[in-house]
């Protein structure tokens, strides 16, 4: 009943988590939309008020009057829209997943048995928590310093885009080397949503607060505010399609068990980023493709980088290939624990990924599947059933 409780909270907390992403995601596209398409005004008396761009648009079977203001209009309404509710609710129900599936189970799912790092794959499990976390408040710190010392002013901002690219390089490097494949990509992804959501708690929405209140006193505004508000806003856009890649990354285990794992993650990033630039100047009326070819190129030596060998050999140089019967029982000794339809494995409500090695048959269906979550050492999870090298050479040579 516990495990069936967990995983009830689990994909209600997914659920909750992928509306609040949807909805904070879709309405800071539309409102970079929005800015980057506004228009100068045509009328006299718009331009007389201080509208600084106006768009026109229709949906839904009306027809829509968007004006953006320069300064404070003349008067400003009580029930004046925020947003901020749906990044701290994408935050909030994010780490909460991450508490309930990664550092409720820490040894399975963040502790790298397999790293270059000895001390990194000795960790405790409270170790690797507290690390964890380290992880996203040290991302972020970095970051907001970075944000701070560079372009200030926001004068500097494309050395600052430099400066944050490298850092996301790093971030990527320090994850696969400190936590399990799968928990690193999404660290990486949780640094960067992490990110976004500090910057509207911290920075975008206490400066227009700020603004709201000079305006209602009468006051003229620190344009820092607003300038400040946009470049941490500008940033958000840009991760946005990254974040969602590598939060979805987790079910594609060829990804995050690769050996240059980091440079996917990299690569994935900074394609993401680059697409994102294409919608960006295409909503300013600016055509350019080579923002999108150079996106779909870094993804097209994601997959030259991330492509398997030729495989184990199959018997045809002579060596030993390994039976199917042979195979059933290593997977029986230590796989089957937690890949049943009854799972014995303390944790485990279901098979994880609903993949069950009971029969003959469905071992049979996800050889090739096995054998490279196997040849990764990504499985069985931290290794905790203790399949030794010998064990992966065999399931290695298993051959049709």
């Not at 660290?187 to 959501?197: K, Q, Y």
């Not at 009468?218 to 990254?242: A, I, M, W």
């Not at 900074?270 to 993804?299: D, S």
Request: glycine letters at 8%.
């Amino acid at each position: 009943m516990q495990a069936y409780l967990l995983d009830f909270v689990n994909f209600m907390l997914r659920w909750l988590h992928v509306i609040a992403a949807i909805a904070w995601i879709g309405e800071s596209i539309y409102f970079v939309m929005l800015d980057n398409g506004l228009r100068k005004p045509k009328a006299a008396e718009d331009r007389d008020k201080g509208v600084f761009g106006e768009m026109w648009a229709v949906h839904g079977g009306g027809f829509y009057h968007n004006q953006k203001y320069a300064t404070a209009p003349d008067k400003l309404p009580e029930d004046l829209h925020w947003s901020f509710w749906k990044a701290y609710t994408t935050w909030l129900s994010g780490f909460a997943l991450f508490v309930l599936l990664y550092m409720a189970n820490p040894g399975f799912y963040l502790v790298n048995p397999n790293s270059d790092w000895a001390w990194a794959a000795g960790l405790s499990g409270w170790q690797a928590n507290l690390l964890a976390l380290a992880f996203l408040l040290g991302g972020w710190v970095v970051y907001n310093e970075l944000c701070k010392r560079i372009s200030p002013n926001m004068d500097r901002d494309g050395i600052l885009s430099l400066a944050v690219a490298v850092l996301m390089v790093v971030v990527s490097y320090l994850s696969v080397h400190l936590f399990s494949g799968r928990a690193a990509f999404l660290l990486t992804g949780a640094v960067m949503a992490t990110a976004m959501s500090a910057n509207v708690f911290f920075w975008i929405i206490p400066g227009q607060r700020r603004m709201v209140k000079a305006m209602k006193a009468g006051e003229t505004p620190n344009p820092l505010d607003g300038k400040r508000g946009k470049q941490r806003s500008v940033h958000n856009t840009y991760f946005t399609l990254p974040v969602v890649l590598l939060m979805i990354s987790n079910h594609y285990s060829f990804v995050y068990s690769h050996e240059y794992a980091w440079v996917l993650m990299a690569l994935f990033i900074f394609a993401g980023a680059l697409i994102r630039q294409f919608f960006v100047l295409m909503h300013a009326g600016k055509i350019q493709p080579a923002y999108p070819i150079a996106g779909v190129a870094l993804i097209a030596v994601a997959f030259w980088v991330g492509m398997p060998g030729t495989g184990a050999s199959n018997g045809a140089d002579g060596e030993a290939v390994t039976s199917l019967a042979e195979v059933e029982a290593i997977i029986e000794s230590r796989c089957v624990a937690c890949h049943s339809a009854n799972p014995t494995q303390a944790g485990f409500g279901s098979a994880p990924a609903g993949i069950i090695y009971d029969t003959t048959a469905q071992i049979e269906g996800h050889r090739e599947k096995i054998q490279e979550v196997v040849a990764s050492k990504y499985m069985p999870l931290g290794n905790m059933t203790g399949m030794t090298d010998e064990e992966r050479a065999a399931i290695a040579a298993w051959s049709e």
